[in-house]
């Protein structure tokens, strides 16, 4: 695998510009590769803790009523994804202070859409968050960066053509330099549930 204590990481992350979508986890940008662990008693069990290379609890994901939401090592909320439909998963955030200009009644802003292909699954970041699912317009759009899972969903890779961003084996999660890792994370379980059957 990928993650074997004594190779590298082959990932190239974001390059010079950053992949980012998640407001509020700024500080989970990577600077550098990182390795995270996804620490979870069973395969889509309803807590899973998000460890770093160190073994340190960066964030956590909690499932409930049909909605997976990471949050911070403080509690705080960051994102969560809720399906649209059968092929598409939206990550999204409820509607916070800092957000000017968005009414009040509507609460979901969009920040990426996923949707699943036969053997891919395309990943569309907007750069302003979409004020509820049905604003959503990814139909002239190329995807942001597509993800090549195994059958199971168990394993991954997020690719932006030939560059590797991160990769998912293992429960271990490698992440290149500028990459928005509580977005990687919420992708990563979105897509295990769009591609696995069990």
Known sequence: TPFDDNRDIQVTG?????????????????????????????????????????????????????????????????????????????????????????????????????????????VYIHEEPVNGFSKVNIKERTPDFEIAPNVAGTEMSFMKGTTKLGEFAGEKLAVGPNMDMALLTIITEAVRELFYDG
């Open 14 to 122: 974001g390059g010079k510009l950053a992949v980012k979508a998640v407001p509020g986890a700024e500080n989970l940008i990577s600077t550098q590769h990182r390795q995270l662990t996804f620490d979870r008693k069973k395969f889509l069990s309803s807590k899973v803790n998000i460890k770093d290379e160190h073994g340190r609890e960066i964030m956590m994901i909690k499932s409930a009523n049909q909605r997976k939401t990471v949050f911070d090592d403080k509690g705080n909320e960051l994102c969560y994804f809720r399906r649209d439909t059968a092929v598409k998963f939206h990550v999204c955030i409820d509607r916070r202070n800092n957000f000017v200009g968005f009414p009040e009644q509507n609460l979901k802003l969009v920040l990426a859409t996923l949707k699943r292909k036969r053997k891919t699954a395309e």
